[in-house]
Nanobody, 128 residues
Framework: QSQLVESGGGLVQPGGSLRLSCDTSGFTLDYYAIGWFRQAPGKEREEVSCISKSSGSTYYADSVKGRFTVSRDNAKNMIYLQMNSLKPEDTAVYYC?????????????????????WGKGTLVSVSL
């Protein structure tokens, strides 16, 4: 059974940092481009970042560029999102994903025909 389990969310003050982790199992992570999405209250889910299979290519939404860094450790089946200089508008549930071109940005070279997998999400709250 394929699983993605996020951790590392929480409450942080504006300007602070968090590191999200995603533990994957049940599929071969090496074969997949992976990414992070978020959904804020009352808003649509949006792609925040993704990274290619070999970590050679990345994508960042304009709203997080220069503040967030996506990474992966295929040997440990782990995905990470380092978030710095957090802002109140970063408050959202964050989801890790692995999947194909209907899910992830083309810059991350997602594999045609790849299955899409989602975690259940972790809440990040940025507030005083």
């Amino acid at each position: 059974q394929s699983q993605l389990v996020e951790s590392g969310g929480g409450l942080v003050q504006p300007g602070g940092s968090l590191r999200l982790s995603c533990d994957t199992s049940g599929f071969t992570l090496d074969y997949y481009a992976i990414g992070w999405f978020r959904q804020a209250p009352g808003k649509e889910r949006e792609e925040v970042s993704c990274i290619s299979k070999s970590s050679g290519s990345t994508y960042y939404a304009d709203s997080v560029k220069g503040r967030f860094t996506v990474s992966r450790d295929n040997a440990k089946n782990m995905i990470y999102l380092q978030m710095n200089s957090l802002k109140p508008e970063d408050t959202a549930v964050y989801y890790c994903t692995a999947g194909g071109p209907l899910l992830l940005h083309r810059l991350c070279v997602p594999q045609d025909g790849a299955m899409n997998y989602w975690g259940k999400g972790t809440l990040v709250s940025v507030s005083l």
